[in-house]
């Protein structure tokens, strides 16, 4: 004869648990990729201002995933602090590229 014996495992609070980790690391990495996007193209043009650059990093990362204005903004950030980019002095909404 066989005996069945029931293991309850909470299943769904792991999961869910994973879920958030591999959330959180793709949202990470998707950082990560659209800062090199910026810095790509930024090498490329020198000078730009922040309409142009938001629609070449959105053209060239939508055959990866769609990113959203919020977070190149947050990226833009980053990069200015880390001293990759600068605003240039009396336009506001133009980024130069620092070697």
């Known amino acids: 004869k066989r005996a069945k014996v029931n293991i309850k495992i909470p299943v769904r609070a792991q999961r869910d648990a994973e879920n958030k980790d591999t959330h959180a690391a793709v949202a990470e990495d998707r950082k990560l990729q659209i800062q090199a996007a910026i810095v790509r193209i930024m090498k490329m043009r020198k ?53």
């Open 47 to 99: 000078t730009l201002q922040h309409g142009a650059l938001m629609s070449e990093v959105i053209t060239q990362l939508q055959t990866r995933f769609k990113p959203r204005v919020a977070i190149i903004k947050k990226c833009i950030d980053i990069l200015i602090e880390k001293e990759y980019l600068e605003r240039v002095d009396g336009q506001k909404d133009m980024y130069s590229y620092v070697a």
